[in-house]
């Protein structure tokens, strides 16, 4: 059975599912290219944190391909779409437990992406997603 698919997006949505049960914020990380659709002045070394709480997101649909909601960034609402490829970890905002997940912008190339100037200039980096705590 080579053709199984990812447990990830099962993953995310079974922690998404702790967060909330236990009354944690649930945030995630994720890698921003062409193929992200969130508000790029909040992007930083090609990472974004979101917040996936009930309060923050509406109409929130996490399926196997895809994260996707509304919120509100500085009061404007703004549609959201993220790649399950690219979410590079989900965890509490109050404790930080979760998980991260491997990452290789690498794989990404088989993927269409939006923007044909991403990877022309400038190439994702390589290295493991770093986290860090936001209050």
């Known amino acids: 059975m080579s053709d199984v698919p990812s447990n990830k997006p099962y993953l995310i949505r079974a922690l998404h599912q702790w967060c909330t049960d236990f009354g944690f914020t649930p945030f995630i990380a994720v890698f921003v290219d062409g193929t992200v ?14 917040n996936l709480s009930i309060e923050a997101c509406h109409q929130l649909q996490m399926e196997n391909e895809w994260i996707s909601f509304q919120a509100r960034f500085g009061g404007i609402p703004r549609k959201i779409m993220v790649p399950i490829t690219h979410v590079l970890a989900i965890y509490a905002r ?14 990404l190339k088989g993927l269409h992406i939006a923007n ?20």
């Open 37 to 50: 659709e969130v508000p790029m002045e909040y992007v930083k070394n090609d990472e974004i944190v979101l």
């Open 94 to 107: 109050e404790n930080g437990q979760g998980m991260s997940f491997p990452f290789d912008p690498s794989k």
């Open 116 to 135: 044909p100037s991403d990877g022309a200039s400038e190439k994702p980096k390589t290295g493991k997603p770093s986290l860090k705590i936001v209050k």
